[in-house]
């Protein structure tokens, strides 16, 4: 459906997108993953046609977007960050006013109007002055622009930004159902976005495709170790040293009320690598343990343990803890989240984008996120 060739985009800054390399297939919805800056947009806008590529080529359904842009173009339907409407024009003459700018014949002007209507839920606003609509309103005109001339693929540029929880539950609803018939390309920081809408990710990093997978099999590939979260009852010195003394434990890391209590996403990247980092150093240098009595049962111990070489240690864990008569009262094995994923691959080097400022890489998630599940709690 898509075919993207070591297509770069370089500005005249030095600032773009290099080498992006992937392709889709139909019915596949992939979530363009990245922090701002990382060239989303850019790459969107070469697959749409609205920016020749620097070097590389795009093809849509076998069809180059070099050689034959018009027919490659029709296949596609796209939704800029910012839609593109006309604030004065009702909503019914901005839709007709689309039917004629993409050549749908005035025969069929009305059926597909009136369906587009109907699959966004427009039934009643058709009428209504745009600028007099709600934001998410106006995104599902967005929407409705971008599927009134059929077309296969949608390339739909962070649709959710800016919409209140309610509206992005409506939002991504839609984008849901429009993908049972369409092949969906749609870019967002927000990570839970791809868990809930996406089959693939491709994570961009400062101009670059840095992982492409199933949002599920990433943590496999990228877990260079192997980790067991537990808790265990007894004193703390003997459980932490019985762990480290356990055959195959590579490191014992002592949790934290401070550390269990971090926000899931709510912080900077930056800050939360600091954090990961004192972490480290505040079990070396022996923190406040839960056995201390501060947020967890007391007498136990909480704790992540390692493994070398990727070796599954739960069973040597079990038998050394029940060996010294200090009972297991919670094991799991541990994997990487998402956001762990992204966080591993966008954190190595300092982002050096004069324009990935304070908010850059604060994902608005945290919030829209669990005011989502409030929406559907009360739902
Ligand atoms: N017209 C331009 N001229 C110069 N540099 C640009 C231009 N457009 C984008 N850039 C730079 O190219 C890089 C990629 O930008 P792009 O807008 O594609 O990123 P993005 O991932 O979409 O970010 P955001 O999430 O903020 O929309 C950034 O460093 C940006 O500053």
Redesign the pocket.
Known sequence: MLEVKQVSKL???Q???RDIDFSMSRGEIVGFL????????????MITGYLNPSRGSIAIDGLSMADHPKKARQKIGYLP?TPPLYPEMSVLSYLKFIADLRDIPVREQKQRISEVIGRLGLQGRERQIIRSLSKGYKQRIGLAQAILHGPDLLVL??PTSGLDPKQIIEIRQLIRELGENHTVLL?T?ILPEINALCNRVLI?HQ?RIVLDGQPDQLANSLNDTFEVSLEVKGPRETVLAELRATPGVSSVRELTSEAESQPAIAAPLEERAGEAAAGEEATAEGSTSLADGSGSESGTVKAVVAASDREDIREAIFYRMAERRLPILAMKKESLSLEDIFLKLTTDEKLD????GSD?NSFEVAEAESEEKEVNARA
Do not use: I, W
Request: net charge negative; proline share 3%.
């Open positions: 500005y005249e800054n600032r773009g997108v990245g922090p701002n800056g990382a060239g989303k947009t850019t790459t969107m806008r960050e540029d962070e870019s920081h961009l101009g984008d004069a324009d990935a850059s």
